[in-house]
T-cell receptor, first 113, second 114 residues
Framework: DTGVSQNPRHKITKRGQNVTFRCDPI?????LYWYRQTLGQGPEFLTY????????KSRLLSDRFSAERPKGSFSTLEIQRTEQGDSAMYLC???????????FGSGTRLTVV | AQSVTQPDIHITVSEGASLELRCNYS??????LFWYVQSPGQGLQLLLK??????LVQGIKGFEAEFKRSQSSFNLRKPSVHWSDAAEYFC????????????FGKGTKLTVNP
């Protein structure tokens, strides 16, 4: 399967803990995106990488959030000191270019208790 | 700023009936427009996209969409719905102005009755 892979699929954590999610994009896609989706809403943009460079960040990405793509392949999204409001589906997507649209992974469902 | 409005939160159709899901957008230039479908607990799958040329675009699973610049609309259609089409559908616009992000609507949930 050469789709976008996200791990873990589900994560339950206690408030105040740190969590890290991983995304493995389609190997030939140089663009990688993170989105967050809450119940009843469409996905909201968090950040974008082209190769290893993080070129765009949303204001939604507070200082508790950090994303990396160290070798231009997989990416990680870390949330420090989680809050209940961080509970959401975190979606990763990759693309070979602007006009192609995204290929999304199945997401990581985060529940903060 | 870009925005996308999907006026219908929930639509119910009978299997075999035709379907039209509405999408209106606000955008400063010629948009890239997309429709995605999401099954419960899953990521989003691209159904079709428009960025230039023929205003009627064909997608996967028998879906099509028509771009109408005068109405700022990009409605999704299917002539005959199957039970497996039950899902949530998202319209998206972008990118624009050096930003790579897509802006998504809030989605329309489709229920298909037997």
């Amino acid at each position: 399967d050469t789709g976008v892979s996200q791990n873990p699929r589900h994560k339950i954590t206690k408030r105040g803990q740190n969590v890290t999610f991983r995304c493995d994009p389609i190997s030939e896609h140089n663009r990688l995106y993170w989105y967050r989706q809450t119940l009843g809403q469409g996905p909201e943009f968090l950040t974008y990488f082209q190769n290893e460079a993080q070129l765009e960040k949303s204001r939604l990405l507070s200082d508790r959030f950090s994303a990396e793509r160290p070798k231009g392949s997989f990416s990680t999204l870390e949330i420090q000191r989680t809050e209940q409001g961080d509970s959401a589906m975190y979606l990763c997507a990759s693309s070979p270019g602007q006009a192609w649209g995204y290929t999304f992974g199945s997401g990581t469902r985060l529940t903060v208790v | 700023a870009q925005s996308v409005t999907q006026p219908d939160i929930h639509i119910t159709v009978s299997e075999g009936a035709s379907l039209e899901l509405r999408c209106n957008y606000s955008y400063g230039a010629t948009p890239y427009l997309f429709w995605y479908v999401q099954s419960p607990g899953q990521g989003l799958q691209l159904l079709l996209k428009y960025f230039s040329g023929d205003t009627l675009v064909q997608g996967i699973k028998g879906f099509e969409a028509e771009f109408k610049r005068s109405q700022s609309s990009f409605n999704l259609r299917k002539p005959s719905v199957h039970w497996s089409d039950a899902a949530e559908y998202f319209c998206a616009v972008g990118p624009q102005g050096g930003s790579e992000k897509l802006v998504f609507g809030k989605g329309t949930k489709l229920t298909v009755n037997p």
